[in-house]
């Protein structure tokens, strides 16, 4: 079974801190995703990377940054925190799609509270 | 704008009965569809997904549909349980990426009550 590890399940921090998110797959996978989830809003992409060191914007990437180092590790930093970046965050892995439909796998996610 | 629309932010069913909950995509690109569930606290799971080259997919009690013609799909479960009750997600994969990116829609809520 693929797993998703995501570094915490509940953050608090303060307005203005630097924060960051670990994720870490065991698959192998290439690809790599962040995402928010805000009620009425759905799941949106923030970044993914396809590779080490490699990284696309997603549909909300403003105040993100991101970091992969490592094929097994993704990181999403919020460089200056804010309180409309309070959500739940979402990690996701799979492998690329060329070679076959496969589904993402997600992590069980941060809540993420900005004071 | 929104590739993937679910309508309809909430469904409440009796258990027993089924539960159909419904999916529309505008990019005529999108070839593999998904839908994932999840539940508070936790992260999506995969329940099941299609591609274009069908137009049914079963898998026990969950069965999908795609109408590429009305640019539509559904998630049908038979019968309904109140273990089923959750957030439902509806997402798409575009043929054109090699990257393999999801669009997802907002969800539906499912209430399965006894």
């Known amino acids: 079974d693929v797993k998703v590890t995501q570094s915490s399940r509940y953050l608090v921090k303060r307005t203005g801190e630097k924060v960051f998110l670990e994720c870490v797959q065991d698959?192998?996978?290439?690809?790599m995703f962040w995402y928010r989830q805000d009620p009425g809003l759905g799941l949106r992409l923030i970044y993914f990377?396809?590779?080490?060191?490699?990284?696309e914007k997603g549909d909300i990437p403003e105040g993100y940054s991101v970091s992969r180092e490592k094929k097994e590790r993704f990181s999403l930093i919020l460089e200056s925190a804010s309180t409309n970046q309070t959500s739940m965050y979402l990690c996701?892995?799979?492998?690329?799609?060329?070679?076959?439909?496969?589904?993402?796998?997600f992590g069980d996610g941060t809540r993420l509270s900005i004071l | 704008d929104q590739q993937v629309k679910q309508n309809s932010p909430s469904l409440s069913v009796q258990e027993g009965r089924i539960s159909i909950l419904n999916c529309d995509y505008t990019?005529?690109?999108?070839?593999?569809f998904l839908w994932y569930k999840k539940y508070p606290a936790e992260g999506p799971t995969f329940l099941i997904s299609?591609?274009?080259?069908?137009d049914k997919n079963e898998d026990g009690r969950f069965t999908v549909f795609l109408n590429k013609s009305a640019k539509h799909l559904s998630l049908h479960i038979v019968p309904s349980q109140p273990g089923d009750s959750a957030v439902y997600f509806c997402?798409?994969?575009?043929?054109?990426?090699?990257?393999?990116?999801?669009?997802f829609g907002r969800g539906t809520q499912l209430t399965v009550w006894p």
């Open positions: 990019n005529s690109m999108f070839d593999y």
């Open positions: 996701a892995s799979s492998p690329p799609r060329v070679l076959y439909n496969q589904p993402q796998h």
């Open positions: 997402a798409a994969s575009d043929r054109g990426s090699t990257l393999g990116r999801l669009y």
């Open positions: 698959m192998d996978h290439e690809n």
């Open positions: 299609i591609s274009s080259i069908k």
């Open positions: 990377s396809y590779d080490v060191k490699m990284k």
